[in-house]
């Protein structure tokens, strides 16, 4: 009787803890590594020795950082609770420094990975987040739904999980800094990403602007390289019949168009030919990679369809997979906040072509915060442009960033009488955002008061 009394309680208690599960909590943290800022510096000219051997690339960090594999609460596809997993990095202060700054948050959107444990915050090295985290920002990384410790198959190029997935991985960042003393974060947030991060950039930002503006805010967001019309360009680059640089990205969108839109599309092998019916599905388990797929591949991707399937395809503008595939385009819609599109004009995976459309359907829509940026031919096609794409987003992000100290209230870079004005006024209403919290507590002894006050002024006439 006693064993199926506390059997009772704990099942009760595991339905409460569902219950009570939000968007954003953190499930876990594992730290994955650590350098102090000298270490990280050699970290990154070691790994970076081209780049930072060149006088116009001059990678100097200020920071050491943090890296943690972190394991947060999200939604699936269809709105059911699930797990997904990323990386959360940020500046290192070591004594005798105090940690007395805010930082912004820097979300990196990464490309295509069909293998769930080719992922940072699996492999636990990369010197993207340790030079992020270098120059002061908290970066980002989520690993995407079906990749890390996500089940099931990732929705590849699926725009709304893209979105989830950013959203509750920014609240995740925002609830361990509020439980701790690690690091702060100011309201500043940045979006990049590359190929399938491009796309994924796109869309967190559409979606953030369209579902959750009133919760965060972006600074600016470089979307590089991405798939953005799926139903126009990226259609006719497959249904051109001539080779492609990497054949996989082509069964990767119908394997995952399948699974997410069951209700709508048939099993995916109701697509293919029955030599392809038979070999790929095995190889969409998670544990493949990209090379092995290619390996079983035509070079003209679209030749593992039936013929008839691609006639019906191409016959009928409203075919069930133009369809979903149109839902998920993003180039119609309008960014209020600052864009930068950067794309290589000799890419020859993702053309071109994608980026103009996005920023000419924008400005024709009324943003006008919107750049495109091309990478000249020169700088070759999609894989060797992305390292001038990356940097040159960098290089505009650091042009934005800013690093707020404590008592900057209003975080407008300076510390002086609209701080304290700023403060007199929420302490009169007691209501205070998280920032707001860390940033008047001018003297550190976790009370907001007058005493912060007179510390504020005081430090004001001294300097």
Request: charged content about 15%.
């Amino acid at each position: 009787m006693l064993n199926h009394f506390f059997s009772k309680v704990i099942f009760l208690n595991i339905i409460f803890n569902l219950c009570i599960a939000a968007r954003g909590d953190i499930i876990s943290l594992e730290i994955l590594s650590t350098r102090d800022v000298s270490n990280n510096q050699i970290y990154i000219d070691n790994e970076l020795s081209v780049l930072s051997s060149d006088d116009f690339f001059d990678l100097n960090v200020g920071y050491g950082y943090w890296m943690y594999k972190i394991i947060y609460e999200t939604i699936d596809i269809h709105g059911n609770p699930t797990n997904a997993s990323g990386v959360i990095a940020f500046p290192r202060i070591d004594w005798p420094e105090e940690k007395n700054e805010a930082y912004p948050i820097l979300s990196y959107q990464h490309g295509t990975v069909i293998q769930k444990s080719s992922v940072t915050s699996e492999s636990g090295i990369w010197v993207l987040p340790a030079l992020i985290a270098g120059y002061g920002y908290v970066y980002l990384e989520p690993d995407y739904l079906g990749l890390g410790v996500s089940e099931g198959l990732h929705p590849y190029q699926i725009k709304d999980p893209y979105g989830t997935d950013v959203v509750d991985l920014l609240r995740a960042a925002d609830n361990f800094s509020n439980e701790n003393n690690d690091f702060q974060i100011n309201s500043q947030i940045f979006l990049a990403g590359y190929s399938e991060g491009g796309y994924a950039t796109m869309a967190a930002h559409q979606i953030i602007e369209s579902d959750h503006s009133d919760e965060f805010t972006i600074t600016s967001s470089f979307p590089m390289a991405g798939a953005y019309d799926m139903s126009g360009i990226m259609t006719e680059v497959m249904l051109d019949y001539t080779p492609y640089g990497q054949p996989y990205y082509f069964p990767y969108v119908l394997f995952a168009y399948c699974d997410s839109y069951q209700s709508i599309l048939p099993p995916v092998t109701d697509y293919l030919t029955s030599e392809y019916a038979e070999i790929l599905p095995a190889l969409f388990d998670g544990m493949h990679s990209d090379d092995d797929i290619n390996n079983v591949m035509p070079s003209i991707p679209i030749t593992i369809m039936k013929a008839d399937t691609i006639n019906s395809f191409e016959q009928n503008p409203n075919h069930p997979l133009r369809n979903v595939l149109r839902q998920n385009d993003l180039y119609d819609w309008t960014p209020q906040s600052s864009m930068h599109i950067i794309h290589g004009l000799a890419d020859e995976l993702i053309p071109f072509e994608n980026a103009q459309l996005a920023y000419d359907t924008f400005i024709s829509n009324g943003a006008d915060d919107i750049n495109l940026i091309s990478i000249p031919e020169t700088f070759g096609g999609h894989q060797d442009a992305a390292p001038i794409c990356l940097l040159g987003a960098f290089d505009l992000a650091e042009n934005m960033k800013i690093i707020n100290s404590v008592g900057d209230f209003n975080e407008d870079s300076l510390i002086d009488i609209l701080d304290i004005m700023g403060i007199v006024s929420v302490m009169l209403s007691n209501q205070y955002s998280n920032y707001q919290i860390w940033a008047a507590n001018f003297n550190e002894d976790n009370n907001i008061d007058v005493l912060d006050i007179i510390s504020l002024v005081n430090h004001i006439l001294e300097n």
